[in-house]
């Protein structure tokens, strides 16, 4: 196990959104723009003292329509950064590798104030006809999920429906228990004046809703949005310069298990594991220590999956620990996905649960605050690749 | 639930070819299921990598899966992917013996309830939707 002896805890010091919505008809680019410049506003800082940029995925290939952000360089030559220290990936611990990136460099002193950003155009790039399978813009598919395309199994749907029929067979985990994540997400969502989708929905909603690809019904899949948040990470130091902050406690980024989802050892976790172990071991924070959750749903199965690799339940009870909504729901132990989640809040590609990780901490949930709120973890990631974080409560 | 392939072949994205895999996809052609093996120490490894990952062996040979696999996990996708497509079953199977690789495929011919761990046999058909390639389905396995 790793020990981490130059970890500097970074500060996220801003978070910005641009508009989020359904089809929205404003380019990737404009998108990137607001929510970039309202995060170094929220802040307090200026552009000028941006030095350091990084977003996740890159200019490769679209895995499908409307997934990549803007280039990067594109959007460094449109604010005029002058930076230290630049990244963008494609392949990486998941949808935060480019937050742990920029904290691990500003960590290191290799920049001060970093942006960092996700922009998403996927509902309007679907357009009116709705979502398509993966690969469907290339005319052919490379890497880990080359061979799943190629079999048949065109959609992760598909694979997670895999690893839940599994889940279900080992453990008993039900059709109701994925029903009470949605559910509950949708309740908080009612509270969520940015989320899509907003209207009451009840079990029964959830078990007449139709199949995408058994068991998972079209309420177990996110929604797709345009949008984009931006945050800015900075150094330690400079926590009385901004105007807020919350402390990158720790993070997770371990993988070691093959990266594929069909030769994951057992498909009943899911490298969730890996980058949460690799989290706690790099801070004396315990799960009980946890007053919120952020946990990746774009198929509420990774909800259970994130709550047994963090350590909320043991292997297996992740369906119980959620039923009925009791633990998970305003009031239980561990309110989790306050905003919504990706299900009703819409597809921010895991930055939806970093934004409210640093509302709940910032205060700033408004209906949905849970008071006291001191230590969030955040996960991010499904099947082959995930990352984790711990953010607690700045100065 | 049957499921006649016709009329699936055309659901895939035609994969890139690396050096590595050319002799897969040969080996699908001619309707055998091929994985490799080190020759230092035995590990079965796919995709096909010409290295060992457990003893950075770079010495494989090709060896034949044959069936029954075991159905490991399953799903029926039911949203059409394209307009008309009836629901249609997916499954995920392991080898006996095969150091945890699994394969993907449809599932064909398959009547009635499908049970983790009922045993699968393998069948290959061209399928145009990845470029003319044949690759691996699954069927009901007859004890001989």
Request: glycine share 20%; proline share 9%.
């Given at each position: 196990m790793s020990r981490r002896s130059a970890w500097a805890r970074p500060i996220i010091s801003g978070l910005g959104f641009s508009d989020v919505g359904r089809r929205l008809g404003r380019s990737r680019y404009q998108l990137t723009v607001d929510a970039i410049l309202a995060a170094v506003d929220d802040a307090g800082?200026?552009?000028?003292?941006?030095d350091g940029i990084a977003c996740f995925?890159?200019?490769?290939?679209?895995?499908?329509?409307?997934f990549n952000g803007p280039d990067l360089y594109e959007v460094m030559d449109g604010l005029g950064l002058e930076v230290n220290w630049h990244l963008g990936t494609?392949?990486?611990?998941?949808?935060?590798m480019s937050v742990i990136a920029a904290a691990t460099a500003v960590s290191a002193g290799l920049c001060r104030h970093a942006v960092v950003f996700r922009t998403t155009t996927e509902a309007s790039a679907q357009g009116a006809g709705g979502r398509g399978g993966l690969g469907t813009q290339g005319t052919q598919t490379e890497g880990v999920l080359s061979s799943l395309l190629a079999s048949g199994a065109v959609s992760p749907a598909n694979w997670t429906a895999f690893y839940l029929r599994r889940h279900m067979h080992e453990y008993g985990t039900t059709r109701e228990h994925l029903g009470a994540i949605a559910v509950t997400e949708r309740a908080y969502a009612a509270l969520n004046p940015r989320a899509v989708l907003r209207s009451v929905m009840t079990m029964d909603d959830y078990l007449d809703a139709r199949v995408i690809s058994s068991p998972l019904c079209l309420f177990d899949c996110d929604l797709p949005v345009d949008g984009s948040v931006a945050i800015v990470v900075s150094a330690p130091e400079t926590a009385a310069d901004v105007r807020h902050s919350a402390t990158i406690e720790a993070v997770g980024t371990a993988m070691r298990h093959r990266p594929y989802w069909e030769h994951w050892p057992d498909l009943t976790s899911m490298a969730t594991h890996d980058a949460a172990e690799h989290m706690w071991s790099q801070t004396d924070l315990r799960p009980g220590d946890v007053d919120v959750a952020q946990i990746y749903d774009a198929f509420s199965p990774f909800v259970i999956f994130w709550l047994e690799a963090l350590g909320f339940c043991g292997r297996g009870e992740g369906g119980f620990f959620v039923e009925g909504g009791k633990?998970?729901?305003?009031?239980?132990c561990l309110p989790t996905n306050?905003?919504?989640?990706?299900?009703?809040?819409?597809?921010l590609h895991g930055w939806g649960f970093l934004a409210e990780a640093l509302h709940q901490l910032w205060g700033s949930?408004?209906?949905?605050q849970v008071d006291g709120t001191e230590v969030v973890v955040v996960g991010v990631g499904g099947g082959a690749s995930a990352s984790s974080m711990l953010l607690t409560r700045g100065s | 639930m049957t499921l006649p392939i016709d009329g699936y072949e055309a659901l895939g994205v035609r994969p890139m070819i690396e050096p590595e895999m050319e002799a897969f996809w040969e080996a699908a052609a001619r309707g055998e299921l091929v994985v490799e093996q080190c020759d230092a120490c035995g590990l079965h490894v796919f995709p096909l990598r010409g290295v060992c990952r457990r003893c950075r062996g770079r010495s494989m040979s090709l060896v034949v899966v044959e069936p029954p696999a075991i159905l490991y996990s399953y799903t029926v996708n039911h949203h059409p992917w394209a307009p008309g497509m009836e629901p249609y079953p997916l499954g995920i199977v392991e080898g006996p013996g095969l150091d945890g690789i699994r394969f993907v495929g449809l599932l064909a011919g398959f009547d009635g309830e499908l049970e983790i761990g009922q045993p699968v046999g393998f069948a290959f058909h061209k399928s145009s939707a990845i470029g003319g390639l044949t690759r691996l389905h699954f069927t009901p396995w007859e004890r001989r």
């Open positions: 800082l200026q552009l000028a003292d941006i995925p890159s200019s490769a290939v679209e895995l499908n329509p409307g494609s392949q990486g611990p998941a949808q935060f633990n998970i729901g305003p009031g239980g306050t905003w919504g989640g990706q299900l009703s809040g819409g597809r949930a408004d209906a949905r | -």
